[in-house]
């Protein structure tokens, strides 16, 4: 199973995650139907994932997550560092993209005295 997931053909790989879903499913003896309920998913689904027919990817991230596999997207969602210069660049152009606020040019203070010398 060490073949370069590149060379394979995309019904191969679903097949593959299929089956791994499946043994992972087996190794936390889980049933297709409690899989299906906890994934808000039809039992069908389940069924099909585990076949390798991977319709939905809303559906397998369902199934995945139930399982405690959802960590293999960690890398797909792991944010780039940035270099220092980068960063500098970044705060720069922050600073100048900030919204000026219009001054009050009522003082709050007069106004509350105002209201109280009135009563």
């Not at 499913?25 to 139907?33: G, K």
């Amino acid at each position: 199973m060490d073949d370069n997931v590149y060379m394979l053909a995309d019904g191969e790989i679903c097949r593959r995650i299929g089956k791994k879903i499946r043994q992972l499913r087996l190794r936390q003896n889980i049933t297709q139907m409690s899989l299906a309920e906890q994934s808000q998913i039809s039992v069908s689904s389940v069924k099909k994932i585990e076949n390798g027919e991977i319709g939905s990817f809303d559906s397998l991230m369902r199934v995945l997550r139930i399982l405690g596999e959802l960590d293999i997207f960690s890398p797909l969602l792991k944010e780039e560092e940035m270099s220092p210069n980068e960063y500098l660049e970044f705060v720069e152009a922050n600073k100048k993209k900030q919204r000026k606020r219009a001054k009050s040019t009522v003082n709050t203070t007069t106004l509350i005295n105002q209201e109280e010398s009135e009563w």
